[in-house]
């Protein structure tokens, strides 16, 4: 059977190149197997994300979905002469879910500065996305297509978008002219809650419950409760130096916070909460805390996002109500200075306490924030796992207690993230039946010593079972940041 081949070759300790031999593809059809193999990939480590099979060697794909997960042997005599790949033993996962992003705005940047597209947080504050002046439809479409364009190099085939109505119009122009290479979950402000479950109702986005396809997804909004560190607006329980007896910016009251947050979830919407400082955490958790206990019982999956400071009685209380913590962990590499800009180096506070988040059985998830930090996967990955920082100090990782293990940074990033949107069993995970989103790196994350995660490149991102990117086919040389 003729077949793909492809070919790792080093540079330097980690660098792979891809190269692949083409052969026209074809289907296969045999009782009790798909009717059409569209791609299948063999001789590869497959890391599924699945406890119950963790590592398979191959993987089959027909009509956009996982159709088969096995021994080499097995799945190319299940794709025949159909369209098959030889991995040469590199790694597949599941493809990256961002589950903190704003599209536009990066998309924007990389089109005015053809860069990554990054602002660093010092530079703008996250309370101003959205107050730029309003876009023509042409810019906001080339901003789009430029910030996914990026996002494929990365292995990112799902994003959670914080964006506005303006944005949704984008997202579903582009989804008509199948110009995604990307899920979009779009996350609106929670201000428009009641405009939301009216478009909702009347069917304006379509799908099974009216909240989109597969592709563009609506159905949670967030709120902004305090601001940043960078702008030493982000409530905290201690004065910042030098400003007297300013502890922060905190944006709502309880009583007014509780009443956007019922009114969305009365309304059947995920509830999202920009919550930084540790008296935002704690003023979101209670008004969760107290939805729960006010309303009905059902799987609300109430988020925080960011979540940098949390006070030692939330962790268990937030573990217990089931609220789902959204983190950005490549801030993890530049935070550590404004962090003791304002605490003591003996304090007991903890910034992004991920480890202990995981002991009390709360849930994490991964993204990244961008452009408003490093907008790359294996940047948080590697700040993760090792907690070092940019400018090369605190050597022994900023609170090492905390790192996490590659597989749960892993799964950080891939089913915690479809768990984030109600998607565990649609994908996240490289099961039978899930969509084929996977990506194929150049460096096997899962052996390979822990600074070097920081280098690895994506060669192949498929969504849908589509190959979207193909390290062969052009000159991106998305490298880490400084």
């Excluded at 005599?77 to 590199?90: E, M, T, W």
Aim: negative net charge.
């Amino acid at each position: 059977m003729a077949q793909k081949k492809i070919q790792m070759h080093s540079r330097g300790s980690r660098r792979l190149w891809l190269a692949l031999l083409l052969v026209p593809a074809c289907t296969v059809s045999a009782p009790g197997t798909p009717a059409s193999i569209s791609l299948a990939i063999v001789n590869a480590t497959v890391w599924t994300g699945d406890p119950t099979r963790p590592i398979v060697e191959a993987i089959a794909i027909s009509d956009g979905q996982i159709a088969a997960l096995g021994p080499t042997p097995e799945i190319r005599a299940l794709a025949g002469d159909g369209n098959v790949l030889d991995a040469d033993g590199a790694l597949i996962t599941p493809g990256f879910i961002d589950t903190h992003i704003h599209l536009l705005d990066a998309g924007r940047r990389l089109v005015q500065e053809g860069s990554s597209g990054q602002l660093y947080d010092d530079d703008e504050s996250l309370l101003s996305i959205g107050s730029s002046a309003p876009r023509t439809p042409e810019e906001n479409d080339e901003a789009l297509v430029a910030a996914l364009n990026y996002l494929v190099t990365q292995g990112v085939t799902s994003v959670h978008h914080m964006g506005n109505w303006d944005d949704l119009e984008t997202l579903r122009r582009a989804e008509i002219q199948g110009r995604l290479t990307a899920r979009v979950n779009v996350v609106l402000p929670i201000a428009s809650s009641d405009r939301l479950v009216n478009a909702i109702a009347s069917g304006q986005f379509g799908g099974e419950q009216g909240q989109g396809s597969e592709w563009v997804r609506v159905g949670a909004v967030k709120g902004v409760v305090d601001g940043t560190f960078a702008t030493r607006t982000a409530a905290i329980d201690l004065p910042y130096p030098g400003t007297g007896d300013d502890r922060g910016l905190l944006l709502y009251d309880e009583e007014r916070l509780y009443e956007e947050v019922v009114n969305a979830d009365d309304a059947g919407l995920q509830v999202a909460l920009h919550a930084v400082g540790e008296r935002a955490t704690n003023l979101a958790i209670d008004v969760y805390e107290r939805v729960n206990q006010e309303r009905d019982v059902k799987d609300r999956r109430f988020r925080l996002e960011h979540a940098q400071h949390l006070l030692d009685a939330d962790l268990i209380r937030l573990a217990q109500l089931g609220i789902l913590i959204n983190v950005q962990p490549a801030q993890i590499m530049y935070a550590a200075r404004q962090f003791y800009s304002i605490y003591d180096s003996d304090s007991r506070t903890v910034s992004f306490p991920l480890r202990t988040l995981l002991e009390v059985r709360a849930r994490v998830a991964f993204g990244t924030d961008w452009p408003f930090a490093p907008p790359g996967p294996f940047e948080g990955l590697y700040a993760a796992v090792l907690r070092r920082q940019s400018d090369r100090s605190l050597r022994g990782g900023w609170f090492p207690n905390e790192r996490l293990t590659i597989s749960q940074a892993l799964d950080a990033y891939t089913v915690n993230g479809a768990y984030a949107s109600f998607e565990e069993n649609q994908k996240g995970r490289l099961t039978v039946g899930n969509y084929a989103d996977f990506i194929l790196l150049d460096t096997n994350v899962l052996n390979v010593p822990l600074p070097d995660i920081r280098f690895t490149r994506v060669l192949l991102t498929v969504v849908g079972g589509e190959i979207v990117f193909d390290r062969r086919n052009t000159s991106v040389d998305a490298t880490p940041l400084p």
